[in-house]
């Protein structure tokens, strides 16, 4: 088939548009969303700076590249943060991708390790609960390491990777928990709270497929394995029901989100964010004594003594 826009073999169809797209009409579509998305998400004056987690997958790597080129130009600092959780044979191969391709943007890049930080791995963890997923432990303490990193290096905002399709099944995932208040939390996060380093989702329109496409056109090299944990993750059954309706029904995955931005405002004044304490262990912001990471490691030495 033909692109839309021009004579030029397509590459990808975007069911949900109806159009199809070769290589350069499908790179510059996708790079005006994420730059309109910059825009929408975040005022980012000169002189700030920006950390983007990079796990060393193609969304995160897409995202550490769209960042560097659309903000670097305008005098905005990045760098790049990976988080090691201790996975031995994924995690170590994945973080190579993340140096390689910081070194190729010639940005700052920080590793931090769960075993330097919390004494323990993932891999450790996933040996602990046995009876339960790991990822609920992984989640939490990488983003405690990730909000203390960004704020140890001085950033202003921190970049995340998730997708069109992650944001969709996190939005789905609360309402069926009935966990209103925390889809009130969701990001991108449009008011500062002390103590957290505000969180933008350039990417949160893209669907995977497209990144993947982007990613493999733009020549970046990028790791593709699955966590081993992954197929314990409650996240799959929504991946599979919101993958389902896109195939019968394409947009839905835009919908979701549409929707939930939409209602986003009166959620946030329905449930406005709990004041916040400084953690009595580690300093951390938490609405109670000791925040989520420090109960978890509580948890998990408690189950290591027993």
């Given amino acids: 088939m033909k692109c839309s826009s021009c004579d030029r073999d397509a590459v990808i169809f975007t069911p949900y548009s109806g159009r199809y797209l070769c290589e350069r009409h499908f790179t ?30 193609k969304d995160s790597v897409t995202a550490m ?3 560097y080129e659309i903000m670097a130009p305008r005098r905005v600092e990045v760098e790049a943060i990976s988080v090691d959780e201790g996975t031995p044979g994924y995690r170590d191969e994945a973080i190579k991708k993340a140096v390689e391709n910081s ?13 330097d930080a919390f004494g323990i791995t993932t891999a450790e963890i996933a040996l602990t609960v046995e009876d339960k997923s790991p990822c609920s432990y992984c989640g939490v303490m990488r983003r405690w390491l990730l909000n203390t990193t960004a704020k140890r290096i001085g950033a202003d905002f921190m970049v995340t990777g998730l997708n069109l399709d992650d944001t969709a099944q996190s939005i789905l995932m ?12 969701l990001g991108p996060h449009s008011k500062v709270q002390s103590g957290l380093v505000p969180r933008l989702q350039p990417l949160r329109l893209i669907p995977e497929r497209e990144v993947y496409l982007y990613a493999s056109i733009r020549g970046f090299t990028f790791h593709e394995s699955r966590c081993p944990d992954a197929g314990r993750a409650v996240r799959n059954e929504y991946r599979a029901i919101i993958n389902g309706l ?24 329905r449930f406005r964010p709990a004041e916040l304490n400084r953690c009595e262990r580690c300093g951390e912001p938490t609405p109670g004594r000791l925040c989520m990471t420090c109960r978890m490691l509580d948890e998990l030495k408690r189950n290591r003594e027993n």
């Fill in 28 to 57: 510059g579509f996708l790079e005006r969303r994420v730059r309109s998305e910059f825009k929408r998400q975040a005022d980012i004056p000169r002189g700030s700076k920006i950390a983007v987690a990079v796990s060393g997958g």
């Fill in 65 to 67: 590249y769209l960042t």
């Fill in 103 to 115: 070194k190729r943007l010639g940005i700052e890049h920080h590793v931090v390790k769960y075993k």
């Fill in 174 to 185: 609360n309402f069926t928990k009935g966990d209103v208040e925390r889809l009130a939390r």
């Fill in 246 to 269: 896109e195939d019968r029904h394409p947009g839905t995955r835009h919908a979701i989100v549409n929707s939930y931005d939409a209602i986003k405002p009166l959620l946030e004044q």
